[in-house]
């Protein structure tokens, strides 16, 4: 759930970028064609940014930059009381929401597809200028991929052809392929009024395309300008309407915009980097101001040495330690009866180092300060944070009970077997989470 919440923030945040852009930098440029391609751009790049892999993000504040980071732990728990029941999560609630209007966005575009398959079928076809229409005067002017819906009846009207140019272009230009993707997009979104905004963007600009190819051909402006008002405005749909947005349409054809250059989609690439490390800084595995230090109950760490990455690594019961020592964690590790039954959950991330010996040592603060090279402040050994971010924070007493119990059976850990860098044992350190969740 977390991470889907995570997932829309980074995205929209990207699209907010990207909007801004394209509102400051295309929204007076009459290169249609250079606006279609940013637009298809920045409603692709939103959704595939957040799910660019952690280890090549751009560095937000992890918690440790010296130790190699362990596959974590899940232990699960159970309550007896029912306070839980009493208080559904926010989070809950506001994830049932979004897949309820999310379904009836998906439902509404299944709606309208069907509608427009039922036209294609029930339709009869007619020829005008050596185009195939069919005739529709519930659709009137419009048009879906290869399809163009007409009235009949307006054939001989002086506007006809005007409309038919406009409509073959759609068609022509496979502009469906952008409608269909930009009405899938604010389905996603449909929470962030800058998605409307994006979406209104890219319906405009489809038109104002299409009708710069019909002037294109020779048409009187003023002519033209007179067939769009004579026209009726339709119902909303996924299909291309003569129709829509008239008013912008006009107010375009009759302002002098330049004709903007193509280096205007050079803005692309800082744009991203921007949308990129704006993503990585919202990187939700960050720990924030809940992370707490442990007790003065670990050993201190000696002078040492310390390494992250060796020739070769430790090894736990004789086999890789990501997967041996995580059986172990999962075998001795227990839930504290208190911390559950108060509903406290959360994540506890512990720092210890396996030395040349082979002994697990858990650091002070004050060593763990000199490994890393941080001031006294900005470490941690034991720290603590929520499993989602509005969730409830536990009392101070019960994160402790969840730090001790991890300390407990991390500590008691049997030996391994040192890592080994030029043939000499070193001293290794790792970071280990340990997720503490009630069922």
Avoid at 185 to 194: Q, S
Avoid at 259 to 288: H, I, M, N, Q
Avoid at 374 to 393: C, H, S
Wanted: a negative charge; glycine letters at 4%; hydrophobic letters at 45%.
């Amino acid at each position: 759930m977390n991470n889907l919440f995570s997932y829309l923030l980074e995205l929209n945040i990207s699209l907010i970028i990207l909007f801004l852009a394209y509102r400051l930098f295309f929204e007076k440029d009459k290169n249609f064609n250079l606006r279609r391609i940013y637009l298809l751009v920045a409603m692709l790049l939103p959704l595939l940014l957040p799910l660019i892999p952690d280890s090549i993000s751009l560095p937000g504040r992890p918690l440790s930059t010296v130790s190699i980071n362990l596959e974590e732990v899940t232990v699960f728990g159970t309550r007896q009381d029912t306070a839980a029941l009493g208080s559904l999560s926010l989070a809950g609630l506001l994830l049932a929401l979004y897949i309820a209007v999310f379904s009836l966005g998906i439902l509404k575009v299944l709606l309208q597809l069907g509608y427009i398959l039922a036209a294609i079928l029930r339709s009869d076809r007619f020829t005008a200028q050596g185009i195939t229409l069919l005739a529709s005067k519930s659709l009137h002017a419009s048009s879906f991929f290869r399809y163009i819906f007409i009235d009949p009846e307006t054939e001989g009207s002086d506007s006809f052809k005007h409309i038919l140019e406009h409509e073959n272009t759609h068609k022509r230009e496979w502009h469906s392929v952008d409608r269909i993707l930009v009405e899938l997009f604010v389905i996603v979104n449909w929470f962030n009024p800058v998605a409307w905004m994006f979406r209104r963007s890219v319906i405009e600009n489809l038109e104002y395309l299409a009708d710069s190819a019909v002037l294109k051909t020779g048409t009187d402006p003023a002519n033209y300008q007179l067939s769009i008002l004579n026209q009726y405005i339709g119902s909303a749909s996924i299909s291309n309407q003569f129709s829509s947005q008239i008013k912008n349409r006009i107010n375009m054809l009759n302002k002098n915009y330049k004709f903007g250059s193509r280096w205007k989609l050079a803005l692309l690439l800082p744009l991203t980097a921007l949308a990129f490390l704006v993503v990585s800084c919202t990187e939700k595995d960050t720990p924030v101001n809940d992370l707490e230090t442990a007790e003065e109950a670990v050993a201190q760490a000696p002078e040492m040495e310390v390494f992250t990455v060796v020739e070769q690594m430790p090894t736990f019961n004789g086999g890789d330690a990501a997967i041996e020592f995580r059986r172990y964690i999962a075998q001795n590790l227990m839930y504290p009866p208190e911390a559950a039954e108060a509903g406290a959950t959360g994540k506890i991330y512990i720092k210890f180092i396996v030395d040349k010996d082979g002994n697990v040592v858990l650091p002070e603060k004050e060593a763990l300060a000199k490994i890393e090279g941080k001031p006294l402040g900005e470490v941690v050994v034991t720290g603590y944070r929520r499993l989602e971010e509005d969730a409830e924070m536990p009392d101070e007493k019960y994160i402790e009970l969840l730090k001790q119990e991890v300390i407990r059976v991390v500590s008691s850990s049997p030996a391994w077997e040192p890592g080994m860098q030029r043939g000499q044992a070193v001293n290794v350190m790792f970071t280990f989470p340990v997720s503490f969740l009630l069922q």
